[in-house]
């Protein structure tokens, strides 16, 4: 798929293109299963927090069969699946990663469930652990909790002895979360929704809020989060302008901390705890990532409106 200039979904184009070289220290992969992320199509629609280069071709995670090996690089073999976490590139037959961008993940994932892997579940993992530093026992609260990231917030979050609160847009969704193991959940429209969030954590409200949508939810974030509480700000979905009052993180302590999963990936001290706890999560069994809707990647304008939509729960999946 070819983005030649930026805009909505329909700007992406199937065409036929040379077969990528992979170059020094690089792999080339066959591409079986791309995992689509909102930053995807806010990259194609030119909304990314950084700018999008054109011409490109989206997708920066993905599965596949390992095809060819460029100079310099050792220890994986032609003809074994990997998981890749690139930049741009895999909503295409071939891919060609940097031997960095591997990420390990067990031989029992399908391909599709290892291309819904690498994203959510670091970000999932830094935004609680990591930045979030919870504690066994502790409320966090879920937004967008059917979604990529939501499904796998609460999947690590009960691996890790969490309670969670998980808010979603239909009672579809909501049951999904409760299926994943949601203590409590709602829906996002819920008029009573803070009172409720604020009952069942016992009144003080969450020590941990994972915040996805911004805009008007940011500031009833901060009125959900308890004293000294955490506000992880993750994304921005509603795409509307939020406001910060300094007095009111300063009133009940609170903090405020973003997270982008891109620089934090440059971390290798928190990259290896963070696909180490993953990796013994996983094996425990406890975590297995939600293959969402799956689409051929002729379809892919489809995928990405569709998860703009918000018609999607767990990964949207492309297979070339
Ligand atoms: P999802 O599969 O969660 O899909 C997006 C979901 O966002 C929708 O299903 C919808 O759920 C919710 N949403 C809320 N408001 C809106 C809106 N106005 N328009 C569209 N959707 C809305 O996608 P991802 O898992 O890829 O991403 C979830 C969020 O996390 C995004 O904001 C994304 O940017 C962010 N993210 C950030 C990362 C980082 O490094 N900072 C890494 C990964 C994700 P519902 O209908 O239930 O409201």
Redesign the pocket.
Known sequence: MLVERLGSPDVMELRDLPLPEPGPGQIRVKVEAVGI???DV?AVAGEYLTRTRVPYTPGMEFAGIVDALGEGVSGVQPGVRVACLGGTGALAEYAVVPAAGLIPVPESFSAAQAAAFP??YF?AYHGLKTLGAAQPGQWVLV????????TASIQLAKAMDLNVIA????EE?LELARNLGADVTLL?DDPDRVQKVMEASGGRGVPLVLE??GGKRFQESLKMTAPRGRVIV??????EPAHLQPGELMKRNLTVTG????SLMSDQEATREAAQELTRLVGSGRVTPQV?PTYALADSARAFQD??D?K?????IIEP
């Open positions: 992320n909102f930053a806010l994203v959510s970000t937004q967008a909790a059917a979604g990529a990231l939501g808010m979603a847009s239909t969704k996002q996805v949508v993750i994304g921005n979905a509603s795409r997270l982008w999963l891109t969402g998860l703009m918000r999607t729960t767990g990964k949207v």
